[in-house]
């Protein structure tokens, strides 16, 4: 009897470095994945099938919540997708098109998605000035403390290489 799961650890290896040698990535589930890129529409609406017959089935079994844990691994996508597609039918009542999605961008989510106002990239200039050597972290700090305005560190690190510090 031989031992296959030696095996099936090294075909994942070489997937993921296979997959990484042209730019790509795998999940969890060793679904090969552009990071970064959207799910195909047809991905997407595959995906939505399968989160109705999932509550379909919860609903005819008494349970209110669809498994998506069981759901990501039949899939083979992260569970924040299943989310984010089970919220776009519970919103929007069908699955939206990356071009959809684009187009009707009116809600800020993510990491910086809170613009600075002019106040805050002042204090940010008087905080570069006074301190050169302070951690984007500290400088997100000093901004809740003095305008109350919660960026993300990263907002700040972007900002370091945007037009606000050509002023200084």
């Keep these: ?39 195909e529409y047809d991905q997407k609406v595959a995906i939505a099938l399968d989160i109705v017959d999932a509550k379909v089935e919860a609903q005819m079994l ?10 990501a691994r039949k899939c083979k ?14 919103e929007h009542g069908c699955v939206l098109s990356p071009s959809d999605i684009f187009a009707n961008k ?5 990491a910086g998605s809170k613009s600075l106002s002019s106040l805050d990239v002042f204090i940010l200039l008087q905080l570069y000035h006074h301190d050169v050597s302070m951690s984007c972290k500290n400088y997100v700090k000093a ?15 972007r900002s370091y290489t945007g037009t ?3 002023y200084s």
């Design 143 to 157: 901004l809740v403390l003095v305008t109350g305005t919660l960026v993300h560190y990263t907002t700040i690190s």
């Design 77 to 90: 996508v992260e569970r924040k997708t299943i989310r984010k597609i089970e919220s776009e039918l519970n």
């Design 164 to 166: 606000i510090w050509l």
């Design 106 to 110: 009116t809600v800020q989510r993510g």
């Design 1 to 39: 009897m031989t031992d296959h799961s030696l095996d099936y650890t090294l075909e994942a290896l070489d997937c993921a470095a296979f997959a990484a040698e042209h730019g790509l990535r795998t999940n969890q589930y060793d679904h090969v994945y552009h990071p970064g890129k959207s799910l």
């Design 62 to 71: 008494g349970r209110e919540n669809i498994n998506i844990s069981a759901l």
